[in-house]
Nanobody, 126 residues
Framework: VQLQASGGGLVQAGGSLRLSCAASGRSFSTYSFSTYNMGWFRQAPGKEREFVVGISWSGGRTYYADSVKGRFTFSRDNAKNTVYLQMNSLKPEDTAIYYC???????????????WGQGTQVTVSS
């Protein structure tokens, strides 16, 4: 089971980035991936990991942390076993390592995902 995140980088405040997370492995065959709820978490230096956004298996429901509402958009392409996080109007406080995650539950604050990907660094300069 692998969740491969990509798309991080360095951007100026107000800029945009798009993160991708591709799922592979036996538990994430094309059919199975579409049954998993997905999400993104982030961890800033010296802080605990925090929830960012969760999306249901169908893509019909999303749940955003208040800090990113209106700026981040989460989507999924089940045919490609991939989820995307479009991040606009980035702020220096968005600087963190972003982690992709998957679970049979809808991911939201307080839910600890079963599967984690490796992180991708996002740095927003002021």
């Amino acid at each position: 089971v692998q969740l491969q995140a990509s798309g991080g980088g360095l951007v100026q405040a107000g800029g945009s980035l798009r993160l991708s997370c591709a799922a592979s492995g036996r538990s994430f065959s094309t059919y199975s991936f579409s049954t998993y709820n997905m999400g993104w978490f982030r961890q800033a230096p010296g802080k605990e990991r925090e929830f960012v956004v969760g999306i249901s298996w169908s893509g019909g429901r999303t749940y955003y942390a208040d800090s990113v509402k209106g700026r981040f958009t989460f989507s999924r392409d089940n045919a490609k076993n991939t989820v995307y996080l479009q991040m606009n109007s980035l702020k220096p406080e968005d600087t963190a390592i972003y982690y992709c995650a998957a679970d049979t539950q809808l991911l939201r604050p307080g839910v600890n995902p079963t599967y984690w990907g490796q992180g991708t660094q996002v740095t927003v300069s002021s």
